[in-house]
């Protein structure tokens, strides 16, 4: 129902800085919360931040005070900003948004963090 586009990810040096963006469209009708999530191989995906409508946020402990979620509603776009890279946020990372109906994904982007 709804298609999620990621983009802005790469390979960056430690204490870099990327920009990730999430494009929604489709039937994005009631779309509550959107957030990002991120896997390492061989790890579970994890939370990474989350963002509702109203503009509240959530944060995984990791990366509290580094990474800044943004929701631009009317374009249907989600953002994270990540400062202050380190190795151990390197994962594929996912857009995911939220409808009454369940959960979309997009398909991830590559986030490489090394020297």
């Known amino acids: 129902q709804v298609q999620l586009v990621e983009s802005g990810g790469g390979l960056v040096q430690p204490g870099g800085s990327l920009r990730l963006s999430c494009a929604a469209s489709?039937?994005?009708?009631?779309?509550?919360?959107m957030g990002w999530y991120r896997q390492a191989p061989g790890k579970q995906r994890e939370l990474v931040a989350t963002i509702t409508n109203g503009g509240n946020t959530n944060y995984a402990d990791s990366v509290k005070g580094r990474f800044t979620i943004s929701r631009d509603n009317a374009k249907n776009t989600v953002y994270l900003q990540m400062n202050s890279l380190q190795p151990e946020d390197t994962a594929v990372y996912y857009c995911?948004?939220?409808?009454?109906?369940?959960?979309?994904w997009g398909q991830g982007i590559q986030v490489t963090v090394s020297s």
């Open positions: 489709g039937n994005i009708f009631n779309i509550y919360t």
């Open positions: 995911a948004a939220d409808q009454a109906i369940g959960r979309n």
